[in-house]
């Protein structure tokens, strides 16, 4: 059975990514913990306060059952606010990473080469998205979309330029420690010649 000619080829599903581009998944499963270590740090440090009035209520009343009550709803409220805020902070670094990092690898894999041009266009379109849906009237939101655009590439303008250099020593490194198969011919063969030589001269 003949295959007729004008079959479309079919991209495999495996293809390696460029140099130099991230795993998208893993780097939303680090942005999500680091939200919230960020987050839930962050509202445990702004419960001092909070911790200090509880501590004023205490020393100025002698019931311990009233001292108990204060204490534990202390404990309470403070555990909601950590762990609301290490939510709240997984999910916001989470989606902005996973964003990022999609639109990073899109603007590769469209364009076929990984530059710190696609850095600075992820970079500009995730913050002008959430410039965006960030809570206000629409013309604040067109701002902070404007403003996040603008900060989000010149932020990401120098990351970018230093993340490509150090993939590019790292690559550089590596072709230095692994030399491609020719040269390890060339160098077996001359290895071998030069064994050969002493051997005659050793006879």
């Not at 970018?160 to 150090?166: A, N, S, V």
Request: hydrophobic share 45%; glycine share 10%; aromatic share 6%.
């Amino acid at each position: 059975m003949q295959v007729p000619d004008n079959a479309e080829s079919t991209v495999p599903k495996n293809s390696p990514r460029l140099a130099g581009t991230v795993n998208w998944g893993t780097a939303t499963v680090i942005g999500v913990f680091s939200g919230m270590i960020y987050g839930g740090s962050k509202e445990a440090a702004a419960s001092v306060s909070k911790d200090a009035e509880v501590m004023l209520k205490l020393g100025s009343t002698e019931d311990k059952r009233e001292q108990y009550r204060l204490m534990r709803d202390a404990m309470e409220k403070r555990f909601i606010r950590v762990t609301r805020g290490s939510i709240v902070g997984g999910i916001r670094l989470g989606m902005f990473t996973a964003a990022f990092y999609n639109i990073q690898n899109l603007l590769a894999e469209q364009r076929g080469v990984h530059d710190v041009f696609n850095v600075v266009g992820a970079g500009s379109a995730t913050a002008s998205a959430f410039g965006l849906i960030l809570p206000g009237t629409l013309r604040w939101r067109a701002r902070n979309m404007a403003l996040g655009s603008v900060l989000g590439a010149a932020f990401c303008f120098p990351l970018g330029w230093i993340h490509l250099k150090l993939v590019q020593m790292a690559n550089e490194a590596s072709q230095a420690a692994h030399p491609p198969s020719g040269q390890s011919e060339v160098k077996s063969g001359v290895s071998a010649a030069i064994e050969r030589l002493e051997g005659n001269l050793s006879k």
